[in-house]
């Protein structure tokens, strides 16, 4: 469930994973560090061309680093190619958090207490309440939007709203009938 609540975030805040690559030159050491923060995968890795096959290197998440352990020479050039998300599961992890702790005070029903131990979340939402953790999560990440949209609900609100605005209204508004598909649109504000 957890999963499928980060795919919705990231879905939101337009983070659907890119790729790219870096290139190495061995000197001495066979392990090189990816600069880019928040890889997902290393998805090919060659040298001087010729790509590695998956015994001829391994790959470290947490450093980010790749060990090559096929026989390398001096100004050999290493290509790691790798697909990575701009937000970590980590931060997504922190930002449903900061989510849930929104809608207990903007709420109107006792029963949406829910609590997030890291991997799950206590009770476990339905689809409505779901969607409403990840519009939240989205506003908090980028709160400068002006459209999000979900498969039972659409928000529309000006830019110039504020974040905890824009939440308290979302949570507030977001209470209806199941099988409801719902617009949310707020007036334009005149700066």
Known sequence: MITDLKAKIRALVGDFGDSSYEVFTYQTSAIFTIAQPNVTAVTAVSLNGVALGSGEYSYDSTTQQ??????????????????????????????????????????????EIFYFDGTDIFPEPDSLDEDVIALVASIIINPNYSEKRMSTVLVKYPRGRDKETQIREIIQQSRWGLGTIRVIEWGRLDT
């Open 66 to 111: 790749i060990t090559i352990t096929a026989t390398l020479a001096t100004s050999d050039i290493i290509q790691i190619n790798y697909t990575y998300n701009c937000y970590s599961d980590t931060e997504i992890s922190g930002y449903t958090r900061a989510a849930l702790v929104y809608l207990t005070p903007y709420s109107t029903c006792s029963e």
